[in-house]
């Protein structure tokens, strides 16, 4: 679509694009931080996608496209967790440049189908078209072609989102994102206890549901470990690491390496 006034020139970048229902496995890495050279350090040693938390995370809307462009600019998709359901939020970072949207807490249908609809383009949904926060830099989303619509992933972490998780998947989002913390809180048990239930429990029941229905299913990991046993539960998208994290236990191996160095050395 052409837009009155705008460049005839755009520069040979490409909004790279994770693609859910290959049937691989594909690890990402969770930001909080807001200082897009964190992204940058990320996004340049390989991760499949990042993943970028508005909810949770420190990153205003308003710093979200600065985010998303440093993941780009290593080819590395970008998908954004946003604080609510809010749609002036979720048209800026549709914006933005993300190349998907992470719902939190959706509990029904309803919710579902119109956040579904918020990704995407007419005649699929209801988005609104205003490229002019990415152009001439990257190319322009064509409406109507699904492959340009971003990725719809709703987050179940309550009982009702769980309950309802057949009625929510039949409203044909991309993916479903697990939110394993919020989930145990909610059925009243531990992480633990959650995601160590193996072929038996919830969440592999979850992974199998998602399957059946040709969604996608995601779930937050964390670390490398944890991310290896709920892939054999059949999920398919997961942060294995964060900045957070990774950090913290840098940190500690720092310390404890340090503290080796200060032990006193035998005189001969």
Same mark, same amino acid.
């Given at each position: 679509?052409?837009?009155?006034?705008?460049?005839?020139?755009?520069?040979?970048?490409? !909004?790279?694009?994770?693609?859910?229902?290959?049937?691989?496995?594909?690890?990402? =890495?969770?930001?909080?931080? #807001?200082?897009? $050279?964190?992204?940058?350090?990320?996004?340049?040693?390989?991760?499949?996608?990042?993943?970028?938390?508005?909810?949770?995370?420190?990153?205003?809307?308003?710093?979200?496209?600065? /985010?998303?462009?440093? $993941?780009?600019?290593?080819?590395?998709?970008? /998908?954004? @967790?946003?604080?609510?359901?809010?749609?002036? +939020?979720?048209?800026?970072?549709?914006?933005?440049?993300?190349?998907?949207?992470?719902?939190? !807490?959706?509990?029904?249908?309803? +919710?579902?189908?119109?956040?579904? $609809?918020?990704? %995407?383009?007419?005649?699929? *949904?209801?988005?609104?078209? *205003?490229?002019? %926060? @990415?152009?001439?830099?990257?190319?322009?989303?064509?409406?109507?072609?699904?492959?340009?619509?971003?990725?719809?992933?709703?987050?179940?972490? +309550?009982?009702? *989102?769980?309950?309802?998780?057949?009625?929510?998947?039949?409203?044909?989002?991309?993916?479903?994102?697990?939110?394993?913390?919020?989930?145990? /809180?909610?059925?009243?048990? !531990?992480?633990?206890?959650? !995601? &160590?239930?193996?072929?038996?429990?919830?969440?592999?029941?979850?992974? #199998? %549901?998602? +399957?059946? =229905?040709?969604?996608?299913? *995601?779930?937050? =990991?964390?670390?490398? %470990? /944890?991310?290896?046993?709920?892939?054999?539960? &059949?999920?398919?998208?997961?942060?294995? =690491?964060?900045?957070? &994290?990774?950090? $913290?236990?840098?940190? @500690?191996?720092?310390?404890?390496?340090? &503290?080796?160095?200060?032990?006193?050395?035998?005189?001969?």
């Amino acid at each position: 679509m052409k837009i009155y006034g705008e460049s005839e020139r755009s520069s040979s970048l490409q !909004t790279p694009r994770l693609t859910l229902d290959d049937g691989r496995t594909h690890p990402g =890495a969770w930001v909080s931080f #807001r200082d897009p $050279a964190v992204v940058d350090i990320l996004s340049a040693e390989g991760f499949d996608w990042i993943g970028i938390d508005g909810q949770h995370g420190g990153p205003e809307v308003s710093e979200l496209q600065h /985010l998303i462009e440093a $993941a780009h600019v290593f080819s590395v998709p970008s /998908l954004v @967790r946003v604080p609510g359901h809010d749609m002036g +939020t979720i048209g800026r970072v549709l914006d933005a440049g993300a190349g998907g949207i992470i719902f939190p !807490t959706v509990e029904n249908a309803a +919710t579902a189908a119109s956040l579904a $609809a918020a990704c %995407r383009f007419p005649p699929r *949904g209801k988005r609104s078209y *205003g490229p002019t %926060r @990415r152009s001439p830099r990257y190319p322009k989303q064509l409406p109507g072609n699904p492959q340009e619509d971003t990725l719809c992933i709703l987050m179940i972490e +309550t009982v009702d *989102g769980l309950a309802n998780l057949d009625e929510i998947l039949a409203t044909g989002p991309d993916g479903i994102f697990v939110g394993p913390y919020d989930l145990a /809180l909610s059925l009243g048990t !531990t992480l633990e206890e959650l !995601t &160590g239930a193996g072929e038996d429990g919830i969440l592999a029941d979850i992974a #199998r %549901r998602c +399957t059946a =229905a040709g969604v996608t299913p *995601g779930i937050y =990991a964390g670390e490398a %470990r /944890l991310a290896e046993k709920l892939a054999t539960l &059949g999920y398919r998208f997961m942060p294995t =690491a964060s900045d957070t &994290g990774l950090l $913290a236990v840098a940190a @500690r191996n720092a310390v404890s390496s340090a &503290g080796r160095l200060a032990q006193p050395t035998a005189v001969s």
